[in-house]
């Protein structure tokens, strides 16, 4: 059996990347379809409003609102932590989820855990379920910053 000092051990592991996968591509899905609806009858899509100010207003809402949520998962790509393992006493491997399907490993001073933030990740919208998605902002040497989530597996750490 290890020891806790034996090396390398699992701090932290998340096992989302399927649904992070499967959300990329119903985004990427309602990011085509938005296109093809604007774009496959561009004049259509302006006679349908009285004057070309409210077709340019409609046009960029439609852009935006259907792409917010392809743009987040691009910002997640690389970003949103699926495993961190300690490989010896000063290095931690951070293994995060990618957009693409190749997940990016990288080492880390294991310093790096000593200064976390805490997100509550709560939303309260009338009319609408309440949030609760909490996670833990890590911020790397580059100034990158990584998502851990809360509702993931912890093993061999303790909160301070």
């Not at 004049?43 to 100010?53: A, C, L, Q």
């Not at 743009?71 to 989820?97: A, D, F, H, P």
């Not at 399907?101 to 009319?127: E, M, N, P, R, Y």
Request: proline fraction near 2%; include cysteine.
């Amino acid at each position: 059996m290890k020891k806790k000092t034996d090396f390398p051990f699992l701090i932290y592991q998340n096992k989302r990347k399927s649904t992070l996968n499967f959300v990329s591509m119903i985004c990427l899905g309602l990011s085509f379809f938005v296109f093809y609806m604007i774009f496959h009858d561009l004049e259509g899509f302006f006679m349908e409003y009285s004057e070309i100010v409210y077709g340019y207003l409609a046009l960029s809402f439609f852009l935006i609102a259907g792409n917010i949520m392809l743009l987040t998962m691009v910002w997640l790509s690389g970003r949103y932590v699926l495993m961190i393992k300690q490989i010896n006493q000063n290095e931690l491997l951070i293994s995060t989820w990618s957009i693409i399907g190749f997940h990016k490993s990288f080492v880390q001073d294991v310093q790096l855990l000593k200064d976390v933030a805490f997100i509550s990740g709560d939303a309260h919208f009338s009319g609408v379920p309440k949030v609760n998605a909490p996670w833990i902002k890590l911020i790397t040497s580059k100034n990158k910053t990584l998502v851990v989530d809360i509702q993931g597996e912890f093993a061999n750490w303790r909160f301070k």
